[in-house]
């Protein structure tokens, strides 16, 4: 049995991402989802019946949230679109950045009213060439922040009256007012910085006291960070540099499923972290999660 000190880290599936990302979990099915972005699949694998399984979709898959009727809602190398959960047929929603070729969808996730955010990167990583939008339930694209470079983690308080927002290279979280009646931000003000010797910033979840966990790229950790005074509460080490996402899983929502990338790196480097790409669960953390916000809407999955 893990301690508090001394929580276990495993390896959920023998399976290795390219650059795997976005793991969502569905408490319907008790199953964790997550994405590879370059290939564009879209895993799922359920711990309780050892069941794994995968959706080839053609295209860059950035990130997926689940709708209300289980069928996926994604933000894809070509904008938003439904995915059918059972055979991977995509329905495209729309595309804000149709006359960009030089830029994908990177995370997303939906607001505690369901609403689906998500942002953009450019391919080359190139700065400023990003933006954040958000679906509403009516299918209506908003854009909410331009001039991102690498949009990432995204989680909102449970109070419902904050959203914390990555874009990674700016090495910090930043904090917004935030509207659930309407999807409405204030103007956003530097939560924290995250030092450059911790890795960069990716992916994250908020636990049920309102603190942040990161994913740190090139950082070999996830990281629990107090977003008021800035503080690293917990460190835990990971066999893989980059970190990407984190969400909290499991029948109590206590055991923290972890992304990771094998992008990039060389032929050394990949001796030494054998594992990168994996998908890691975190186990005897005494933290716990909150289920996943799903996306609601009327609109039938197929128009
Ligand atoms: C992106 C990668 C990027 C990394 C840096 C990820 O979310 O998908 O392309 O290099 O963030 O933090
Ligand atoms: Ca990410």
Same mark, same amino acid.
């Given at each position: 049995?893990?301690?508090?000190?001394?929580?276990?880290?495993?390896?959920?599936?023998?399976?290795?991402?390219?650059?795997?990302?976005?793991?969502?979990?569905?408490?319907?099915?008790?199953?964790?989802?997550?994405?590879?972005?370059?290939?564009?699949?879209? $895993?799922?694998?359920?711990?309780?019946?050892?069941?794994? !399984? %995968?959706?080839? @979709? /053609?295209?860059?898959?950035? +990130?997926?949230?689940?709708?209300?009727?289980?069928h996926?809602?994604?933000?894809?190398?070509?904008?938003?679109?439904?995915?059918d959960r059972e055979n991977?047929t995509?329905?495209?929603?729309?595309?804000?950045?149709?006359?960009?070729?030089?830029?994908?969808?990177?995370?997303?996730?939906?607001?505690?009213?369901?609403?689906?955010?998500?942002?953009?990167?450019?391919?080359?990583?190139?700065?400023?060439?990003?933006?954040?939008?958000?679906?509403?339930?009516?299918?209506?694209?908003?854009?909410?922040?331009?001039?991102?470079?690498?949009?990432?983690?995204?989680?909102?308080?449970?109070?419902?009256?904050?959203?914390?927002?990555?874009?990674?290279?700016? $090495?910090?979280?930043?904090?917004?007012?935030?509207?659930? !009646? %309407?999807?409405? @931000? /204030?103007?956003?003000?530097? +939560?924290?910085?995250?030092?450059?010797?911790?890795?960069?910033?990716?992916?994250?979840?908020?636990?049920?006291?309102?603190?942040?966990?990161?994913?740190?790229?090139?950082?070999?950790?996830?990281?629990?960070?107090?977003?008021?005074?800035?503080?690293?509460?917990?460190?835990?080490?990971?066999?893989?540099?980059?970190?990407?996402?984190?969400?909290?899983?499991?029948?109590?929502?206590?055991?923290?499923?972890?992304?990771?990338?094998?992008?990039?790196?060389?032929?050394?480097?990949?001796?030494?972290?054998?594992?990168?790409?994996?998908?890691?669960?975190?186990?005897?953390?005494?933290?716990?999660?909150?289920?996943?916000?799903?996306?609601?809407?009327?609109?039938?999955?197929?128009?």
């Open positions: 049995m893990p301690d508090a000190t001394n929580p276990s880290v495993d390896v959920v599936v023998p399976h290795r991402c390219d650059l795997g990302e976005g793991p969502v979990w569905d408490e319907e099915r008790q199953a964790i989802c997550w994405v590879d972005i370059l290939p564009g699949h879209i $895993h799922e694998y359920r711990p309780g019946e050892r069941v794994y !399984s %995968r959706l080839e @979709i /053609g295209q860059m898959a950035g +990130a997926v949230a689940l709708r209300e009727d289980g996926f809602m994604a933000a894809l190398q070509h904008g938003f679109a439904f995915v991977g995509v329905v495209p929603i729309c595309d804000p950045e149709e006359d960009d070729d030089g830029n994908r969808f990177n995370d997303g996730k939906c607001d505690p009213a369901g609403r689906f955010w998500a942002g953009t990167m450019a391919l080359d990583e190139r700065a400023g060439a990003g933006n954040l939008y958000m679906m509403d339930g009516a299918l209506n694209c908003h854009l909410k922040k331009t001039g991102v470079s690498i949009s990432n983690g995204l989680a909102w308080s449970g109070d419902q009256k904050k959203m914390y927002y990555i874009d990674s290279p700016t $090495h910090s979280v930043t904090v917004f007012d935030y509207d659930p !009646s %309407r999807g409405d @931000i /204030g103007p956003g003000k530097v +939560a924290f910085r995250i030092p450059e010797e911790e890795g960069t910033p990716d992916g994250m979840t908020i636990d049920r006291e309102g603190m942040l966990w990161i994913a740190h790229w090139d950082g070999w950790q996830v990281a629990r960070w107090h977003p008021g005074s800035g503080e690293k509460l917990l460190s835990i080490p990971l066999p893989a540099a980059r970190i990407t996402s984190c969400t909290f899983g499991g029948p109590d929502y206590r055991d923290l499923y972890v992304t990771s990338a094998a992008t990039g790196l060389t032929d050394d480097e990949l001796a030494v972290q054998p594992l990168a790409g994996s998908l890691f669960v975190v186990r005897g953390l005494h933290a716990q999660g909150e289920p996943a916000s799903r996306f609601l809407t009327e609109t039938p999955l197929r128009t």
